[in-house]
């Protein structure tokens, strides 16, 4: 395969924008991008990829992509009559624009591609606009098929299928896994919660972090209930923003100035994977999808050095350690309290504060999560800066079906020191 290079990564602060419109972010992230990579403009850009999952409930249902970069072509920032894909794969939307971006430079049909996305969640006029948002990311065409599965699959874990008119659906799957990783592994609620409040302690120091302020173990059980085991603390915020990425091919780098090239990070994989109806006991889709990647690196998981995972809840990094192979099995819950994902810890977790502290405005999520790990690679990250990072991982998934997610994106990024 081709070699691919990041060569420009950015992302907004992600907070909420109610001054800025999806336009305005797009600009903010695809100015950003460029600026990294040193260009000027993006006249060089042959294939862009556009990734957002709720502007339809602002009326935009199609062409959301060519709408937002419009502005950009009309400025002469963008090139005219360049193809540009709409992507949308809730929560993993910015991860799988960046594989088709990858895909692009690999096929040899372009080499320079943009992957770009943009949410906005917040909306003061119209706070039922963010719930039908989230609702969208589940089998609306037969809800009763999961209704039934979780109903079921409450009486094994020990926990009620129970959802409430004040926290979407998602937040109850995820309380009735970590119930059950509870009591099948003996995982507490206070390793939940030193995941949660390293997060925040990581995201009291990035300056893009939606939350920057330092939480205790304490502190997180200590705030409000949403659904046992989960607090309010170990729950990711609403919010907006938006990131990009640039790649290119190894042709096109080699022609760029040396500081452009000693800053580039290659994409050593980007793998998918599909969701189903699983059993409780049975791996989830993000185990698929890092094998793929392992597999396409041509390394295993002793070699990442810092990676960032979707804790849409503090239990998921926990659960995902584990398809990472980071850990055992069963172990996620003593690895993260052991202090292994912390500052000095064996493997650095969620720098950025993950999503409960960076935030998550669905569709960036992906993206920001490669701006994150790019930094980490360039040894740009500051105070959060993991010593010696050659390689990193990112693991986005999106949507729900059944306890998979819809859609599962793993990336591992390289950089040699």
């Known amino acids: 395969m081709r070699d691919v290079y990041i060569i420009g990564t950015y992302s907004t602060a992600f907070r909420r924008w109610p001054d800025k419109s999806y336009k305005d972010l797009t600009r903010d992230a695809y100015l950003g991008a460029l600026a990294d990579a040193g260009l000027e403009n993006?006249?060089?850009?042959?294939?862009?990829?556009?990734?957002?999952?709720?502007?339809?409930?602002?009326?935009?249902?199609?062409?959301?992509?060519?709408?937002?970069?419009?502005?950009?072509?009309?400025?002469g920032l963008f090139p005219e009559r360049v193809p540009l894909v709409n992507v949308e794969?809730?929560?993993?939307?910015?991860?799988?624009?960046?594989?088709?971006?990858?895909?692009d430079?690999?096929?040899?049909?372009?080499?320079?591609?943009?992957?770009?996305?943009?949410?906005?969640?917040?909306?003061?006029?119209?706070?039922?606009?963010?719930?039908?948002k989230f609702n969208a990311g589940i089998d609306q065409q037969d809800p009763q098929e999961w209704h039934d599965y979780y109903a079921a699959a409450g009486e094994k874990a020990g926990k009620p299928f129970e959802p409430g008119p004040d926290r979407t659906v998602f937040m109850d799957t995820y309380a009735m896994q970590?119930?059950?990783?509870?009591?099948?592994?003996?995982?507490?609620?206070?390793?939940?919660?030193?995941?949660a409040a390293k997060n925040h302690n990581y995201g009291a120091l990035n300056d893009k972090a939606q939350y920057r302020f330092e939480m205790s173990v304490e502190d997180v059980m200590k705030d409000r209930a949403v659904s046992f085991p989960l607090t309010r603390s170990m729950c990711s915020p609403i919010g907006d923003g938006a990131a990009a990425a640039l790649v290119c091919s190894e042709d096109f780098l080699s022609n760029l100035p040396q500081a452009v090239r000693d800053r580039a990070v290659r994409i050593a994989a980007s793998a998918l994977s599909g969701g189903k109806y699983r059993s409780l006991d049975e791996e989830g889709l993000s185990r698929v999808a890092a094998k793929k990647a392992y597999r396409q690196a041509g390394i295993g998981p002793e070699k990442i050095r810092v990676a960032e995972v979707h804790d849409a809840t503090s239990f998921c990094e926990i659960y995902q350690a584990e398809m990472m192979g980071f850990c055992d099995d069963g172990e996620g819950g003593r690895f993260v309290e052991s202090g292994a994902t912390g500052p000095g810890g064996r493997l650095p977790i969620n720098t950025s504060g993950g999503l409960v502290?960076?935030?998550?405005?669905?569709?960036?999520?992906?993206?920001?999560?490669?701006?994150?790990?790019?930094?980490?690679?360039?040894?740009?990250?500051?105070?959060r800066q993991v010593p010696d990072a050659e390689w990193a991982l990112a693991e986005n998934g999106g949507g729900v079906i059944g306890f998979d997610e819809a859609c599962c994106a793993v990336t591992i990024l390289h950089k040699p020191q």
């Open 42 to 75: 993006g006249d060089q850009i042959e294939n862009a990829w556009f990734g957002n999952c709720g502007m339809w409930a602002d009326a935009q249902g199609s062409i959301r992509g060519q709408v937002c970069m419009t502005p950009l072509v009309r400025d």
């Open 89 to 103: 794969d809730a929560c993993a939307t910015g991860s799988v624009a960046l594989n088709g971006a990858w895909k």
């Open 105 to 132: 430079i690999l096929s040899g049909t372009a080499d320079l591609a943009l992957a770009i996305a943009v949410e906005k969640l917040y909306d003061p006029d119209h706070p039922e606009r963010t719930m039908s």
């Open 178 to 195: 970590a119930c059950y990783h509870m009591k099948k592994h003996g995982t507490t609620q206070a390793q939940i919660a030193a995941g």
């Open 357 to 383: 502290s960076k935030g998550h405005p669905v569709g960036a999520t992906g993206l920001s999560m490669v701006y994150e790990l790019s930094t980490q690679l360039r040894g740009e990250a500051g105070d």
